[in-house]
């Protein structure tokens, strides 16, 4: 029941995921990011420890296709889980289980991917990418254009609930981390919560790292 876009900015080298699901909190579940490494999303009756050894896979020298199989069969019961990465070079990985839910697929673009279950269209994955691919400016507007994009193609086939954003940058913790718990317009809640974020993150990086000199 979610769709999702993994990518890394060639202007900035930042990565992020975007995510969107008919269940509540996928942020506390599904997207995860580490400077420097990766972004992973893991979904489809996902196992939340599957990002973690995803992005371990990767800062081990492990990438592609094989990171994503191989943190997915770290764990019991792979063949329900689907997993989607872009490593710090932007080199893309996905896994798709044989149990994966419903109508599922995926699309790749440059440095980018998404990918989908239960989608009320087999054409969501590729308006996600393209809508990504169309958007303007920072990594995180282009992440939420694509997911609007989903939904505007069919998104998945019951209403959304829950979205989540997560974007690294160079620090050791996320320059943005965004969610949406449980609403009935998740991804216009998002959107609203990036527009109260966006002028305020540099200030908040900068009061962790010199609280002195911010």
């Not at 599957?50 to 019961?77: K, N, S, V, Y």
């Not at 989540?164 to 940058?169: G, N």
């Not at 320059?175 to 908040?204: C, F, G, M, S």
Request: charged share 20%; net charge neutral; aromatic share 6%.
């Amino acid at each position: 029941m979610t769709y999702s876009i993994v990518a890394r900015c060639a202007r900035t080298g930042r990565l992020g995921v975007a995510v969107a699901t008919a269940s509540v909190a996928v942020g506390a579940r599904c997207p995860f990011a580490t400077a420097g490494v990766g972004a992973v999303v893991t979904q489809n009756r996902t196992h939340p420890l599957i990002g973690p050894r995803t992005l371990a896979l990767l800062g081990a020298g492990i990438g592609g296709d094989a990171a994503a199989a191989q943190a997915a069969e770290t764990f019991d019961f792979p063949e329900w889980r689907q997993v989607a990465l872009v490593d710090a070079t932007g080199r893309i990985g996905t896994y798709h289980g044989a149990l994966c839910s419903g109508l599922h697929g995926e699309a790749r673009g440059e440095a980018a991917v998404a990918l989908g279950n239960l989608l009320r269209s087999k054409d969501v994955p590729a308006a996600v990418l393209a809508g990504y691919e169309a958007a303007v400016g920072s990594l995180e507007q282009r992440l939420l254009a694509g997911l609007a994009a989903g939904l505007t193609a069919g998104g998945e086939i019951k209403p959304l609930r829950s979205a989540a954003l997560v974007v690294v940058d160079r620090d050791a913790f996320p320059y943005t981390h965004l969610r949406i718990d449980a609403d009935d317009d998740p991804l216009r809640k998002l959107d609203e919560l990036w527009q109260q974020w966006q002028p305020v993150a540099e200030t908040y990086r900068r009061w962790a790292l010199d609280p002195h000199g911010a």
